[in-house]
């Protein structure tokens, strides 16, 4: 518990010196380093199409590093204000609540027990908000720690209440997708719609790709293509794995006797393995 909040606090910190654009995709690199430390720790062997997903992910990750978008920090939270009420960025905010509400009022009731995409839509769509505000306040942090006070400004509050709001919203309905559905199938989709989703948002508010040419964007686009790739190998190959040790039933067959321990050694046990 005390790495895994380490760890967010770092990913924190990585928002406010980097663009989402960057920042959202390598968040795969976890992915890798539980599969490898569960190789070794935990005696779960990496299947070659888990070492194929691990490259993959290392590949674009090093891809979107090397064309990724300079970062352009605001100078002051009403600066941040300004990209945050801008009519490209409300239109979003705006289409994004909305689909939220339809999605929870309508389509939870219906279909929240059979179609995974209506939770994950709402942790998605919410946690592109919660990055953009979680930006803005790591922003108003870094200034205020250098002396340029952002406390006062009643703008950094809107966006400590936003992502408040964004954070349970988004933790509630992803508990429920894993409650409801398979960990395997979850994990994949809900990376693969948060960054997608995130990148946008980012895109939109901080104009991330502003100054950038055509085949740096597309170089990024390919390099997120093959994280998400790797991804889902990785899940792919742990969902095998979790089938392939369900389908190993163990009988034990026991000679009849007065005395069962007395005969135990005349006992026999056949495993049968079902191929997968």
């Given at each position: ?69 300079q970062e352009h920090t605001p100078s002051s939270v009403e600066e941040i204000w300004k990209l945050a009420t801008q009519p490209a960025f409300l239109v979003y ?184």
């Amino acid at each position: 518990m005390i790495t895994m909040l380490v760890g967010e606090v770092a990913n924190f910190v990585a928002y406010v010196f980097a663009p989402a654009v960057l920042v959202t995709p390598l968040g795969a690199l976890s992915i890798i380093v539980s599969a490898v430390l569960a190789h070794f720790m935990l005696k779960e062997r990496l299947q070659k199409l888990g070492v194929l997903g691990c490259v993959s992910c290392i590949v674009g990750s090093v891809v979107i590093v090397i064309h990724a978008p300079q970062e352009h920090t605001p100078s002051s939270v009403e600066e941040i204000w300004k990209l945050a009420t801008q009519p490209a960025f409300l239109v979003y905010a705006t289409a994004t609540l909305a689909f939220v509400v339809a999605l929870i009022v309508h389509f939870e009731p219906r279909y929240g027990q059979t179609n995974i995409l209506i939770y994950l839509g709402i942790c998605s769509l919410m946690g592109s908000l919660t990055v953009v505000s979680i930006k803005a306040i790591g922003i108003a942090i870094k200034l205020t720690l250098e002396g340029i006070s952002q406390v006062a400004y009643p703008q950094t509050w809107v966006f400590v209440t936003v992502a408040i709001v964004c954070v349970v919203s988004q933790l509630n309905y992803l508990n429920k997708a894993l409650d409801t559905f398979n960990t395997a199938i979850v994990s994949p989709i809900y990376y693969v719609m948060f960054t997608t989703l995130t990148i946008v948002a980012s895109t939109i508010m901080f104009k991330d790709w502003y100054g950038q040419n055509v085949s740096s964007i597309a170089s990024e686009f390919c390099g997120l293509i093959t994280i998400i790739s790797g991804t889902i190998l990785l899940h792919t190959a742990r969902e095998q794995e979790v089938a392939s040790a369900a389908a190993s039933i163990s009988w034990y067959i026991s000679i009849a006797s007065e005395d069962p321990l007395k005969n135990i050694d005349d006992d026999y046990f056949v495993t049968f393995q079902s191929s997968v």
